[in-house]
């Protein structure tokens, strides 16, 4: 991915090929659920810690999982916490499900902010996709705004969304009100981004 230039928009829709690189590079294995949606994590190799914050009865399987036991309001505030710190100047956002059902999650929470409001009118013909979503740098403060009100509004997995950063072994799956799972490619960066969740 290249960097975007001066006076270009810094949100924008990539083609699936162009982040495919960047998922084989991390390990990632993707799944298909039902007819829709396709989860993702990062495979046994490329994974040195794997996190998880949830709430009481939100994360059932937690499996070789290090579990964090949260508040509603707290796992919010981390998740989002957590986000910014993952996002190392580019970041790539990819929902589970399609775009549409995002769009349609926080339509209510996001209508009065005006950069995501100028990118619903755009992404028109994105809805019915999967495509990445390329957030570089300087809409650090949109994506986290777009994290907390789908953490707030969305349900379920198909509403979830994966945030994969082009600088950082790691991978993030948010999923509305938890669990929310990260995978770290070194024990450097998952300490790095922890501390938005560890008291």
């Known amino acids: 991915m290249q ?12 083609p699936k090929q162009e982040v495919a690189g960047l998922i084989a590079e991390l390990g990632v294995i993707q ?11 990062m495979d046994d190799d490329h994974c040195d810690v794997q996190d998880c914050l949830c709430t009481e009865g939100s994360c059932e399987d937690p499996g070789p999982t290090n579990c964090h036991r949260l508040s509603k309001e707290t796992i919010i505030s981390a998740t ?3 986000a910014r710190r993952v996002h190392q100047g580019q970041t790539v956002l990819i929902p ?7 769009f349609d999650a926080v339509a209510f929470s996001m209508a009065t902010n005006d950069a995501w409001q100028e990118l619903d009118t755009l992404a028109t013909t994105m809805l019915n996709t999967r495509d990445p979503l390329l957030c570089e740098q300087g809409e650090v403060q949109l994506m ?9 509004d969305g349900e379920g997995v198909e509403q979830s969304l994966f945030l994969v950063p082009a600088g950082a072994p790691v991978l993030m799956h948010i999923q509305p009100g938890g669990p929310v799972l990260l995978w770290y490619g070194n024990q450097v960066l998952a300490d790095e981004v922890s501390g938005a969740y560890k008291g």
């Open 144 to 152: 986290t705004s777009l994290v907390n009100a789908l953490m707030q």
């Open 31 to 41: 799944t298909q659920l039902g007819e829709s949606c396709v989860l993702m994590e």
């Open 3 to 14: 960097p975007v230039p001066d006076g270009i928009r810094a949100l924008e829709f990539l």
């Open 80 to 82: 989002c916490e957590a």
């Open 96 to 102: 589970a499900g399609k775009w549409r059902s995002i």
